[in-house]
């Protein structure tokens, strides 16, 4: 190529340089449109750097709070407890004196049994013999059950009273003779019979039975010689 040609593509070249081809931003950073070379402000380009972040109510992110409602604790107030008395049933008839414990080394055995009336009352007697004072537990009963063996003896009357007589022993332990009369023993007014049962551990058992519905009774004792009575009101 001569000298001449050279400098003319040279020229040419660099004008082809100053030309802006295709799009470009300006000197604002605006994007030129490309058929007239202006910057469509629509288009510009905005530095991040320079955006304000969004402003947000901080008490719009914030969960409500929550209110509870505590009630006051249950208390419970408790009665003490309290134990009633039996209700006894009115109108039964009283044993009076109807337990006495016997003298300390009693030996007795019981001699003689009888019936006695006295004015409307009948007494029950139970005469001892042997050593030292006898004791007695006197009540009434559904039944004349003989102890020891658990049988149900035969007993006239409508009630029961039972007679365990302590302090007594065997014949042969106390030396003396038992009563050997009737048994059972007819009995007289409000008292149909009087019947021995047995002598089991230290105690003569015997049962009296009364005509009628229970009635008011008492014990004692008397001496020379030993007595237990037992006296049932009419």
Do not use: H
């Amino acid at each position: 190529m001569s000298g001449r040609n050279l400098r003319l593509w040279t020229a040419i070249t660099a004008a082809a340089l100053l030309v802006p081809i295709g799009c470009g931003f300006d000197a604002d950073g605006a994007v030129a449109d490309p058929s007239t070379g202006v910057a469509d402000p629509s288009t510009s380009v905005t530095d991040p750097s320079t955006t304000d972040p969004p402003t947000t109510d901080p008490t719009s992110s914030e969960p409500a709070p929550t209110t509870r409602t505590t009630s006051a604790p249950r208390t419970t107030t408790r009665k003490p407890t309290t134990l009633e008395r039996p209700v006894l049933p009115t109108g039964l008839p009283v044993v009076a004196n109807a337990f006495a414990a016997p003298s300390e080394a009693a030996a007795l055995t019981v001699t003689d049994m009888r019936v006695e009336s006295q004015a409307g009352m009948v007494r029950v007697v139970y005469v001892f013999a042997g050593t030292g004072a006898p004791g007695w537990n006197v009540r009434y009963v559904d039944s004349a059950v003989q102890d020891g063996s658990g049988n149900v003896l035969d007993l006239a009357g409508e009630s029961v009273i039972e007679v365990s007589l302590t302090g007594t022993g065997y014949p042969f332990d106390t030396g003396v003779t038992p009563y050997a009369g009737p048994n059972p023993l007819p009995g007289t007014g409000v008292v149909s019979e009087v019947r021995l049962a047995t002598v089991f551990e230290g105690v003569t058992q015997s049962f009296i039975g009364v005509e009628t519905s229970p009635r008011p009774a008492s014990v004692s004792m008397a001496t020379d010689p030993v007595r237990v009575v037992v006296e049932i009101q009419p």
